[in-house]
Protein backbone atom coordinates (compact mmCIF):
# COMPACT_ATOMS: atom_id res chain seq x y z
CA UNK A 1 0.00 0.00 0.00
CA UNK A 2 1.10 3.59 -0.95
CA UNK A 3 3.01 5.36 2.08
CA UNK A 4 3.28 8.30 4.27
CA UNK A 5 6.92 9.72 5.54
CA UNK A 6 6.90 12.04 8.42
CA UNK A 7 9.40 13.48 10.85
CA UNK A 8 8.10 13.81 14.47
CA UNK A 9 10.44 16.68 16.24
CA UNK A 10 9.90 16.89 20.42
CA UNK A 11 9.67 21.02 20.74
CA UNK A 12 12.06 22.46 23.52
CA UNK A 13 14.93 19.82 23.36
CA UNK A 14 18.46 19.88 22.81
CA UNK A 15 20.43 17.93 21.13
CA UNK A 16 16.94 16.77 19.17
CA UNK A 17 14.42 14.17 19.95
CA UNK A 18 12.84 12.97 16.69
CA UNK A 19 11.55 10.07 14.93
CA UNK A 20 11.09 9.51 10.99
CA UNK A 21 8.05 7.67 10.74
CA UNK A 22 6.45 5.87 7.32
CA UNK A 23 2.62 4.80 7.41
CA UNK A 24 0.09 3.52 5.19
CA UNK A 25 -1.64 6.26 3.64
CA UNK A 26 -5.07 5.55 4.48
CA UNK A 27 -4.90 5.73 8.56
CA UNK A 28 -6.70 8.44 10.76
CA UNK A 29 -5.43 10.71 13.36
CA UNK A 30 -6.32 8.49 15.68
CA UNK A 31 -3.72 5.62 14.22
CA UNK A 32 -1.10 8.69 14.00
CA UNK A 33 -1.43 9.57 17.92
CA UNK A 34 -1.12 5.83 18.71
CA UNK A 35 1.64 5.18 16.44
CA UNK A 36 3.65 8.60 18.05
CA UNK A 37 2.43 6.74 21.54
CA UNK A 38 4.65 3.87 20.48
CA UNK A 39 7.60 5.48 19.05
CA UNK A 40 8.19 7.95 22.61
CA UNK A 41 7.34 5.02 25.08
CA UNK A 42 3.85 6.78 26.30
CA UNK A 43 0.88 4.98 27.04
CA UNK A 44 -1.90 7.80 27.53
CA UNK A 45 -1.50 9.09 30.41
CA UNK A 46 -2.19 13.05 29.12
CA UNK A 47 -4.79 14.09 26.76
CA UNK A 48 -3.79 14.95 23.37
CA UNK A 49 -5.14 16.79 20.22
CA UNK A 50 -3.48 17.77 16.75
CA UNK A 51 -3.42 21.12 15.33
CA UNK A 52 -3.55 21.13 11.50
CA UNK A 53 -3.33 24.69 9.99
CA UNK A 54 -5.29 25.69 12.92
CA UNK A 55 -8.17 23.10 12.84
CA UNK A 56 -8.03 21.02 15.69
CA UNK A 57 -8.13 17.02 15.75
CA UNK A 58 -8.01 14.69 18.16
CA UNK A 59 -11.27 12.97 20.49
CA UNK A 60 -14.18 14.72 19.57
CA UNK A 61 -15.59 15.18 23.44
CA UNK A 62 -12.77 18.19 23.38
CA UNK A 63 -15.08 19.98 20.88
CA UNK A 64 -12.87 19.07 17.98
CA UNK A 65 -12.92 17.35 14.70
CA UNK A 66 -13.03 13.42 15.47
CA UNK A 67 -9.29 12.24 15.17
CA UNK A 68 -11.20 8.70 13.83
CA UNK A 69 -12.57 10.34 11.42
CA UNK A 70 -10.01 12.53 10.26
CA UNK A 71 -7.70 11.00 7.17
CA UNK A 72 -4.18 12.04 7.18
CA UNK A 73 -3.60 12.03 3.84
CA UNK A 74 -6.10 14.71 3.00
CA UNK A 75 -4.07 17.23 5.07
CA UNK A 76 -0.81 16.30 3.34
CA UNK A 77 1.70 19.49 3.21
CA UNK A 78 -0.02 21.25 6.49
CA UNK A 79 1.61 22.21 9.17
CA UNK A 80 0.98 20.00 12.39
CA UNK A 81 1.48 20.24 15.80
CA UNK A 82 0.64 17.30 18.12
CA UNK A 83 0.07 18.31 22.03
CA UNK A 84 0.57 15.36 24.18
CA UNK A 85 -0.02 16.75 27.81
CA UNK A 86 2.79 18.86 28.71
CA UNK A 87 5.13 18.02 25.53
CA UNK A 88 4.72 19.61 21.82
CA UNK A 89 6.04 17.81 18.66
CA UNK A 90 5.82 19.43 15.28
CA UNK A 91 5.44 16.86 12.53
CA UNK A 92 6.45 17.15 9.24
CA UNK A 93 5.38 16.05 5.69
CA UNK A 94 8.21 14.70 4.15
CA UNK A 95 8.63 14.35 0.53
CA UNK A 96 10.15 12.13 -2.22
CA UNK A 97 9.63 8.46 -2.70
CA UNK A 98 8.71 6.50 -0.11
CA UNK A 99 8.36 2.37 0.10
CA UNK A 100 4.87 0.83 0.15
CA UNK A 101 4.33 -0.12 3.52
CA UNK A 102 1.12 -2.20 5.13
CA UNK A 103 2.30 -1.07 8.65
CA UNK A 104 3.83 1.77 10.70
CA UNK A 105 8.07 1.47 10.30
CA UNK A 106 10.24 3.90 12.28
CA UNK A 107 12.89 4.82 9.19
CA UNK A 108 15.03 6.85 11.79
CA UNK A 109 15.43 7.37 15.57
CA UNK A 110 17.28 10.29 17.39
CA UNK A 111 17.33 11.07 21.22
CA UNK A 112 15.15 9.78 23.80
CA UNK A 113 11.45 11.37 24.36
CA UNK A 114 10.73 12.22 28.11
CA UNK A 115 8.98 9.58 30.11
CA UNK A 116 4.98 10.81 30.60
CA UNK A 117 5.96 10.59 34.57
CA UNK A 118 7.83 13.43 34.11
CA UNK A 119 5.51 16.61 34.51
CA UNK A 120 7.08 19.02 32.16
CA UNK A 121 10.36 18.99 30.15
CA UNK A 122 12.26 20.69 33.17
CA UNK A 123 11.55 17.73 35.76
CA UNK A 124 13.06 15.48 32.55
CA UNK A 125 15.88 17.78 32.01
CA UNK A 126 16.35 17.26 35.93
CA UNK A 127 16.18 13.24 35.51
CA UNK A 128 19.43 13.67 32.76
CA UNK A 129 21.08 15.93 35.21
CA UNK A 130 21.08 13.28 38.06
CA UNK A 131 21.94 10.72 35.25
CA UNK A 132 25.11 12.12 34.36
CA UNK A 133 26.18 13.03 38.35
CA UNK A 134 27.30 9.36 39.60
CA UNK A 135 27.43 11.30 43.06
CA UNK A 136 23.79 11.70 43.22
CA UNK A 137 22.08 9.95 45.64
CA UNK A 138 19.52 9.24 43.16
CA UNK A 139 21.91 8.34 40.48
CA UNK A 140 21.65 3.98 40.15
CA UNK A 141 17.93 4.00 40.62
CA UNK A 142 17.52 6.67 37.83
CA UNK A 143 19.96 4.71 35.78
CA UNK A 144 17.97 1.65 35.94
CA UNK A 145 15.00 4.04 35.42
CA UNK A 146 15.96 5.48 32.14
CA UNK A 147 17.21 1.91 30.78
CA UNK A 148 13.81 1.01 31.26
CA UNK A 149 12.81 3.93 28.81
CA UNK A 150 15.50 3.55 26.92
CA UNK A 151 13.98 -0.16 26.09
CA UNK A 152 10.56 1.15 26.01
CA UNK A 153 11.40 3.23 22.44
CA UNK A 154 13.68 0.64 21.14
CA UNK A 155 12.96 1.10 17.04
CA UNK A 156 13.99 -2.39 16.18
CA UNK A 157 11.36 -4.17 18.89
CA UNK A 158 8.81 -1.29 18.48
CA UNK A 159 9.07 -2.13 14.13
CA UNK A 160 8.89 -5.92 15.11
CA UNK A 161 6.05 -5.16 17.18
CA UNK A 162 4.55 -3.34 14.40
CA UNK A 163 4.92 -5.69 11.46
CA UNK A 164 3.45 -8.74 13.90
CA UNK A 165 0.71 -7.24 15.35
CA UNK A 166 -0.33 -3.55 13.83
CA UNK A 167 -4.09 -3.06 13.12
CA UNK A 168 -5.65 0.48 11.94
CA UNK A 169 -8.21 1.50 14.42
CA UNK A 170 -10.75 1.97 11.94
CA UNK A 171 -14.43 2.84 13.41
CA UNK A 172 -14.89 3.34 17.18
CA UNK A 173 -17.93 3.30 18.98
CA UNK A 174 -16.45 5.90 21.37
CA UNK A 175 -14.12 7.18 24.14
CA UNK A 176 -13.81 6.17 27.80
CA UNK A 177 -11.51 8.31 30.56
CA UNK A 178 -8.73 6.12 31.97
CA UNK A 179 -10.35 6.17 35.11
CA UNK A 180 -13.37 5.32 33.93
CA UNK A 181 -12.18 2.39 32.08
CA UNK A 182 -10.28 1.66 35.65
CA UNK A 183 -13.17 1.16 37.07
CA UNK A 184 -14.80 -1.32 34.41
CA UNK A 185 -11.61 -3.30 34.83
CA UNK A 186 -12.02 -3.51 38.52
CA UNK A 187 -15.79 -4.26 38.52
CA UNK A 188 -15.20 -6.58 35.70
CA UNK A 189 -12.50 -8.16 37.95
CA UNK A 190 -14.63 -7.89 41.62
CA UNK A 191 -18.03 -8.15 40.35
CA UNK A 192 -20.52 -5.67 39.93
CA UNK A 193 -23.03 -7.25 42.28
CA UNK A 194 -24.27 -4.81 44.79
CA UNK A 195 -23.02 -1.74 43.00
CA UNK A 196 -25.78 0.68 42.40
CA UNK A 197 -25.13 4.72 40.24
CA UNK A 198 -26.42 7.33 42.16
CA UNK A 199 -27.47 9.73 40.00
CA UNK A 200 -27.95 12.62 42.04
CA UNK A 201 -24.33 12.41 43.16
CA UNK A 202 -22.96 11.42 39.95
CA UNK A 203 -21.01 8.63 41.53
CA UNK A 204 -20.90 4.14 42.03
CA UNK A 205 -22.12 3.26 45.30
CA UNK A 206 -22.64 0.46 47.47
CA UNK A 207 -25.00 1.71 49.89
CA UNK A 208 -28.96 2.34 48.57
CA UNK A 209 -31.94 3.61 50.34
CA UNK A 210 -34.24 2.09 47.67
CA UNK A 211 -35.44 5.02 45.84
CA UNK A 212 -35.15 5.62 41.73
CA UNK A 213 -32.03 7.80 42.27
CA UNK A 214 -30.17 4.58 42.34
CA UNK A 215 -29.67 2.74 39.88
CA UNK A 216 -28.38 -0.99 39.95
CA UNK A 217 -24.96 -1.20 37.94
CA UNK A 218 -25.73 -4.19 34.90
CA UNK A 219 -22.98 -5.01 32.77
CA UNK A 220 -24.78 -4.15 29.82
CA UNK A 221 -24.66 -1.70 26.83
CA UNK A 222 -26.10 0.92 29.22
CA UNK A 223 -22.87 -0.05 31.47
CA UNK A 224 -20.42 2.57 29.64
CA UNK A 225 -22.72 5.72 29.77
CA UNK A 226 -23.57 4.66 33.56
CA UNK A 227 -20.13 5.01 34.36
CA UNK A 228 -19.45 8.02 31.65
CA UNK A 229 -21.29 10.07 34.57
CA UNK A 230 -18.88 8.94 37.58
CA UNK A 231 -16.29 11.66 38.08
CA UNK A 232 -15.25 11.17 41.66
CA UNK A 233 -13.66 8.63 43.97
CA UNK A 234 -12.84 6.29 40.87
CA UNK A 235 -9.64 5.69 42.03
CA UNK A 236 -10.16 5.14 45.40
CA UNK A 237 -13.24 2.14 44.25
CA UNK A 238 -10.23 0.67 42.10
CA UNK A 239 -7.75 0.43 44.48
CA UNK A 240 -10.20 -0.92 47.50
CA UNK A 241 -11.36 -3.45 45.14
CA UNK A 242 -8.29 -4.67 44.01
CA UNK A 243 -6.64 -4.54 47.32
CA UNK A 244 -9.08 -6.94 48.51
CA UNK A 245 -9.13 -9.09 46.07
CA UNK A 246 -5.37 -9.37 46.17
CA UNK A 247 -4.63 -8.78 49.59
CA UNK A 248 -4.13 -12.69 50.77
CA UNK A 249 -2.74 -13.74 47.42
CA UNK A 250 -0.19 -11.29 46.77
CA UNK A 251 1.21 -9.08 49.68
CA UNK A 252 4.66 -7.53 48.91
CA UNK A 253 4.05 -5.84 45.45
CA UNK A 254 0.53 -6.67 44.98
CA UNK A 255 0.11 -2.91 43.73
CA UNK A 256 2.40 -3.09 40.50
CA UNK A 257 0.74 -6.89 39.67
CA UNK A 258 -2.83 -4.44 40.39
CA UNK A 259 -1.89 -2.16 38.19
CA UNK A 260 -0.74 -3.98 35.22
CA UNK A 261 -3.24 -6.61 35.66
CA UNK A 262 -6.25 -3.76 35.59
CA UNK A 263 -4.47 -2.48 32.12
CA UNK A 264 -4.47 -5.81 30.39
CA UNK A 265 -8.08 -6.49 31.40
CA UNK A 266 -9.42 -2.69 30.64
CA UNK A 267 -7.56 -2.75 27.10
CA UNK A 268 -9.02 -6.10 26.42
CA UNK A 269 -12.38 -5.23 27.23
CA UNK A 270 -12.14 -1.28 25.36
CA UNK A 271 -10.80 -3.27 22.58
CA UNK A 272 -13.98 -5.94 22.25
CA UNK A 273 -16.61 -3.14 22.78
CA UNK A 274 -14.82 -0.65 20.00
CA UNK A 275 -14.21 2.22 22.71
CA UNK A 276 -10.64 4.22 22.69
CA UNK A 277 -9.51 4.65 26.35
CA UNK A 278 -8.35 8.37 26.84
CA UNK A 279 -6.73 10.43 29.91
CA UNK A 280 -9.31 12.97 31.20
CA UNK A 281 -9.11 15.36 33.50
CA UNK A 282 -11.77 15.42 36.35
CA UNK A 283 -13.62 18.82 34.82
CA UNK A 284 -13.57 17.03 31.18
CA UNK A 285 -15.38 13.89 32.38
CA UNK A 286 -17.65 16.46 34.00
CA UNK A 287 -18.35 17.66 30.47
CA UNK A 288 -18.66 14.26 28.87
CA UNK A 289 -21.93 13.15 31.42
CA UNK A 290 -23.67 15.69 28.50
CA UNK A 291 -21.96 14.08 25.55
CA UNK A 292 -23.25 10.49 26.49
CA UNK A 293 -26.45 12.20 27.86
CA UNK A 294 -27.25 13.41 24.00
CA UNK A 295 -26.51 9.96 22.55
CA UNK A 296 -29.04 8.15 24.98
CA UNK A 297 -31.80 10.69 24.23
Not at 26 to 37: C, G, P, S, V, Y
Not at 74 to 80: A, C, L, P, Q, V
Not at 189 to 194: F, H, N, W
Not at 229 to 251: A, H, P, Q, T, V
Amino acid sequence: MESIRMRVSLRGVKPPVRRTLAFPSDIAFIDLHLIIQAAAGWGGRYTHRFDVDGKRIGPADYQVSEEADEKVSEYEGSRIVYEYGPFTADIMYLKGKTQDTDFPIILESEGLFPPEECKDLEEYFEVLRTLDDPADPAHADTVSWMKSVEDSQDTEALNKEFSEGWERIGEIAGRVPFNVAAAVGALLITGIDGYYYDSEKKRLTEETDGSAKFVPVELEDGFVDTLAGMYSDLIGLKDGNLEKLLEDEYRQGWEEYAENFLDEITDHWADAHGFIVESYADSDIAKMMDVFGEEKE
